[in-house]
């Protein structure tokens, strides 16, 4: 749903609304954190459910939390040892925000993803959009992870792995798989996404849609990429965006327009009729 400049198009919000009008549930599935995907819908008006951290995290309109599948301790002490020896950078998303050990090895990571993606954007538009994301994000750098380790009062609910080196985040994926209570996916080639088993998109979607009483047959999903999969099992009506990697536009039922192009507006109003 945001586009290459980081933003829900007029076109979005407006099929949104008119998907409400009609009484229809409208809930924002992301990998983000809740703080950011607040952030952008408040920026377009739009208030729903939100699904946040890959399902780590699921809040009500009002931004009342009404679940919540963090990672053990456990689980989160053998991924930290894996991704350390790998010497890979991540941050982690915590109820106490998400933690970073070096900002400016982010920033530069973050916009070497995005220039290698769109080589003809401009440099120092990309580096001010990666800025913008540790002010959104609220995102606080500690010197190391031990001292979160040692804190019992955070809780752990994703581990976000940054990478240009897929044969590390390849080897990082395998070991991590290996653990048995991790959830491994990505939301790009560049990185891989890490949670607890239940904090999945599909897993939370299920548990929330039961609660409001909602047949999954009844429901439709709009993804693309690798977290998105749990969704496109699950509902009735799968549809990859037009950005989406093929191996997962094969999987679903249909396939909109690009993120560029108002995909996600497209494929609703066909939905609903309009």
Known sequence: MINKKQSISKENIEAIEKAKAKGIEVVIATGRSFQEASHALSEAGIKSSIIGINGAVVLDPDGHIVEANALDFESVRKAADILKKLDLYYEIYTNQGTYSQDKDKSLALLVDIFLTSNPGADPV???????????????????????????????????????????????????????GSLAVTASGRDNLEINALDAQKGVALEKYLNKLGIPLEDTMAIGDNYNDVSMFERVGRSVAMGNAPADIQRICDFVTASNNENGVAKAILEAIGE
């Open 125 to 179: 538009v990309v580096t001010e959009e990666a800025r913008k994301r540790f002010e959104v994000s609220q995102i606080k750098i500690v010197d190391s992870y031990e001292r979160l380790f040692e804190n019992p009062e955070i809780v752990y609910y994703k581990f976000l792995v940054f990478s240009v080196d897929f044969k590390k985040l390849g080897e990082a994926a395998s070991e991590l798989k290996q653990v």
